[in-house]
């Protein structure tokens, strides 16, 4: 069956660094559009950062522009999330989602990334 486990989250000071990874398995992996979503309790569900199936063309929300990456490898079913100079605004639930087309849609079940001194 499909899934998409998320993994690397946890507490770390202002400034620091985390990877974040999504391993997917049960669909054509290199065929989706990839993406890192966040949400803080109360508030929607926000994109972060996506990258494309073929061409990998990314795409970030501005509040992370130029402090966190998001790659691929098809070969390992894998997507990352290198964020760097965290903020406490950057504290939330982040989810993993794939996508193919428009109604082929498949979330994972999110990993906590803390931010705190």
């Known amino acids: 069956q499909v899934q998409l486990v998320e993994s690397g989250g946890g507490l770390v000071q202002p400034g620091g660094s985390l990877r974040l990874s999504c391993a997917a398995s049960?669909?054509?992996?290199?065929?989706?559009?990839m993406s890192w979503y966040r949400q803080d309790p109360g508030k929607e569900r926000e994109l972060v950062a996506s990258?494309?199936?073929?061409?990998?063309?990314?795409n970030y929300a501005d509040s992370v522009k130029g402090r966190f990456t998001i790659s691929r490898d098809n070969a390992k079913n894998t997507v990352y999330l290198q964020m760097n100079s965290l903020r406490a605004e950057d504290t939330a639930r982040y989810y993993c989602?794939?996508?193919?087309?428009?109604?082929?849609?498949?979330w994972g079940q999110g990993t906590q990334v803390t931010v705190s001194s």
């Open positions: 989602k794939a996508r193919s087309g428009i109604s082929t849609v498949y």
């Open positions: 049960g669909f054509r992996f290199s065929d989706y559009v």
């Open positions: 990258i494309g199936s073929l061409s990998h063309t990314t």
